[in-house]
């Protein structure tokens, strides 16, 4: 009795603060892609907190099904979330909106259908699976993107959150799957529900450590430091590694290597990766270094679209020679910068010549 009345009280804190946590970060951040998730993943997360039982193995009722099923999709938009967090550029498409939707589905199905048929424990095994794959899926999209990041405090900030989130993602489909049945479900349960409290209390005060336009900012800033001595000194200083970076840029073209990266990039210019870091994001603008990277590769694919002379030689291979891996890539850069598509481009400026 004890033990159920911990945990109530434990899922109620946690929802409150997770309906608190996502009405400010829509009413804060909606306009901007990732604020939007963050607060949809906040909901998501306040449906896990009311559904989330270790070791049951009673019929799900009709009512109780669709938060289920919400509370299962959740893993899909914290995945999404993470792309948003890291990737800047990203943009949601209809595609994940299915994505979503077939998890969800499969989640409510699962209840009301599937785990009656073929037993309680494979379902919750099957469903624990799937989640733990899009957790993965957030993982490895963290450890690909996190170093591209250059504010430096919200980068620590966001690997938390994701590292925070997907660490009890991982344990509560783990006792999801070990402990279904089993006679400790109850002190199971009640420890689940303690490790997600604290959980979403970490993240919230981590939230707040930073500034929220950092965490989600809708448009690049450029810090300019006070008109001292010692500031002209230092931006006399950065100039002159801003004109070797640029000369790295322009004339030996280095974005166009394969695995740029912004060690490498220091180590030529012979200061530590986080003065780069600083001066990139400081000094030209910048918050991600891939968008960095990415302006450089289209103005010269801008530039080869445009000449008649290179009007012959496929759009794949413009894409390749300015550094892009692949074509998908290449197209959805090209089109967030431009507005329109590499071939639409080259037939615009060609009618225009």
């Known amino acids: 009795m004890m033990l159920s009345t911990i945990d109530i009280a434990l899922r109620g804190a946690t929802v409150a603060l997770l309906l608190v946590l996502a009405t400010s970060l829509f009413r804060s951040f909606g306009t901007v892609l990732a604020g939007r998730l963050a607060a949809a993943f906040a909901l998501g997360s306040a449906a896990h907190a009311v559904t989330a039982s270790i070791g049951a193995t009673s019929p799900v009722s009709i009512a109780h099904a669709p938060a289920i099923a919400l509370s299962t999709g959740n893993v899909v938009v914290f995945w999404l979330f ?40 494979m379902s919750i095994i099957a469903v624990n699976l799937l989640a733990l794959g899009f957790i993965v899926l957030a993982v490895a999209q963290t450890i690909a993107s996190w170093s591209s990041d250059l504010v430096e405090g919200r980068r620590r900030v966001r690997v938390f959150i994701v590292s925070a989130a997907a660490l009890y993602g991982g344990l509560n489909a783990v006792l999801q799957i070990s402990m279904s049945g089993s006679g400790a479900a109850e002190i199971a349960s009640t420890v689940n529900s303690a490790a997600l409290a604290a959980v979403v209390a970490a993240i919230s005060i981590a939230m707040m450590r930073v500034d929220g336009a950092d965490l989600f900012p809708a448009a690049p800033e450029v810090q300019l430091d006070a ?15 801003v004109d070797a970076l640029m000369r790295l840029m322009g004339d030996e073209r280095i974005y166009r290597h394969d695995n740029v990266t912004i060690g490498t990039l220091a180590i030529k210019l012979g200061i530590p990766e986080y003065r780069l870091r600083r001066l990139i994001n400081q000094r030209l603008g910048y918050r991600n270094f891939n968008v960095f990277l990415n302006e450089h590769r289209i103005a010269e694919a801008k530039a080869a679209l445009a000449d008649p002379s290179q009007a012959e030689v496929s759009v794949i291979t413009i894409a390749m020679d300015a550094g892009f891996q692949s074509l998908g890539p290449f197209n959805r850069a090209f089109k967030a910068t431009t507005g329109v598509t590499p071939t639409e481009y080259r037939r615009l400026k060609a009618s225009a010549a």
């Open 82 to 121: 993470t792309r948003a967090l890291f990737d800047e550029a990203f943009q949601l498409r209809w595609c994940h909106a299915l994505v979503w939707a077939a998890v969800a589905a499969f989640s409510f199905v699962n209840c009301m259908w599937l785990a009656p048929a073929s037993g309680v424990r």
């Open 227 to 241: 008109g001292d001595a010692a500031a002209v000194e230092s931006r006399t200083a950065d100039q002159k590694l």
